[in-house]
């Protein structure tokens, strides 16, 4: 009896050994890709708080560039990763309010036209779009924006197509 629990006990104990190596090997690969995600949203948001930013963003990003210290040296990837989500909370809220961004995800809105679920709703709405797109008035197009949005399909929804105009990962 003894014999077996120790076998029992040995195979246990490779498990946990090989579990361990696998860890340590893909450990550092993870905390790699983070940081370079990272880094490069950093970069993007940067760009885009000194075009269109406010005060208030353009203070959020300083915030976060200066306590970049204190996370990017860790090794734990989520911290780094909430630390890009939060930029990227900050490169939406910029988006969602650029005349240029809108009126690309009215037109791409446009193209998916055929997809939608309420035809006629959906005419109605780029009608309103297109007068809304030409007054220059990027609030209404907003709006417009997220109802057309409510009448796509989920499978468009959520279609890597989509994900560029929602920012949803």
């Not at 009126?103 to 007068?131: P, T, W, Y």
Request: without cysteine; proline residues 2%.
């Amino acid at each position: 009896e003894d014999d077996v629990t120790d076998k029992k006990f040995q195979v246990e104990d490779q498990k946990r050994k090989l579990a361990q190596q696998m860890f340590e090997l893909t450990s550092s690969k993870r905390l790699k890709q983070v940081k370079a995600a990272y880094n490069e949203k950093r970069s993007e948001v940067a760009i885009l708080v000194k075009e269109s930013g406010n005060d208030r963003e353009r203070h959020i990003l300083s915030e976060i560039i200066a306590r970049e210290q204190n996370f990017i040296n860790s090794t734990n990837p989520e911290k780094i990763q909430q630390v890009t989500d939060e930029l990227s909370r900050l490169e939406w809220g910029i988006l969602m309010r650029t005349p240029d961004f809108l009126n690309a995800m009215f037109a791409h809105l446009v193209e998916r036209r055929a997809s939608m679920n309420d035809q006629i709703q959906a005419s109605q709405l780029i009608d309103s779009g297109k007068r809304a797109s030409a007054r220059g008035d990027v609030e209404e197009l907003r709006l417009i924006n997220g109802r057309l949005w409510d009448l796509m399909p989920a499978v468009e929804q959520a279609s890597d197509e989509m994900r560029a105009y929602t920012g949803i990962v």
